[in-house]
């Protein structure tokens, strides 16, 4: 089962904030986020390995709260090359698979 | 080499014959992914390998789908008879630690 995103897509103008959920019904003990620009394969942003951690890569952090099986992706003053989908990432427990959330759309608009 | 290379980039075939689809991990990732995704949707696992063993092939979609990795680097994903449903991106992905993923640029199918 992958994990679940929120929203599923977000219109935001620039220099406004946003925040994308990932939600897992199963145990999460790592999680990665990805960004996949329009017609480009995803590329890393961040991972976080245990419950508690922050991180943060210039306007862009995240959460992950290892007892609520979720984490979140903040971006902060929003820029146009936000735009993409973002995925969270993980190791499906039990088993050898990488999975993917089902994903958020950003646009950022001028 | 600098990054995961795919090949073809672009593959349009016909309905009911084959697909090879090549995959060029990063030199030394042992662990290399498998993802097909649609237009428009998220990124589906198919299948992993650790070296040259492929411990989970239970998200390939069918027996008409089969993926092989020689010599821990090249490996190959086959298409067998083809069908519409195929059509999709197929992305690969390399890794050294699993905690990374590096991704090629896809190659892009479509079956008429």
């Known amino acids: 089962q992958q994990p679940v995103q929120s929203p599923q897509a977000v219109i935001l103008r620039e220099g406004e904030d946003a925040v994308i959920n990932c939600s897992s019904s199963?145990?999460?003990?790592?999680v990665h986020w990805y960004r996949q620009k329009h017609g480009e394969a995803p590329v890393f942003l961040m991972i976080?390995?245990?419950?508690?951690e922050q991180k943060g890569h210039d306007k862009i952090s995240a959460s992950f709260n290892e007892k609520k099986q979720q984490s979140s992706l903040y971006l902060t003053a929003s820029q146009l090359s936000y735009s993409g989908t973002y995925f969270c990432?993980?190791?499906?427990?039990?088993?050898?698979?990488?999975?993917f959330g089902t994903g958020t759309r950003l646009k950022v608009l001028a | 080499g600098a990054g995961v290379s795919q090949s073809p980039s672009n593959k349009v075939t016909e309905k009911g014959k084959d697909v090879e689809l090549r995959c060029d991990p990063i030199s030394g990732h042992t662990a290399l992914y498998w993802y097909r995704q649609r237009l428009g949707q998220g990124l589906e696992f198919l299948i992993y390998f650790q070296g040259n063993s492929a411990p989970d092939k239970s998200g390939l979609p069918s027996d008409r789908f089969s993926a092989e990795r020689t010599g821990e680097s090249v490996s190959t994903l086959t298409i067998q008879r083809t069908q519409q449903e195929d059509s999709a991106v197929y992305l690969c992905?390399?890794?050294?630690?699993?905690?990374?993923?590096?991704f090629g640029s896809g190659t892009q199918l479509s079956v008429l």
């Open positions: 199963k145990a999460l003990y790592s």
């Open positions: 990432g993980t190791e499906d427990s039990g088993t050898y698979k990488y999975i």
């Open positions: 976080l390995l245990k419950g508690g």
């Open positions: 992905a390399s890794s050294v630690n699993k905690e990374k993923l590096f």
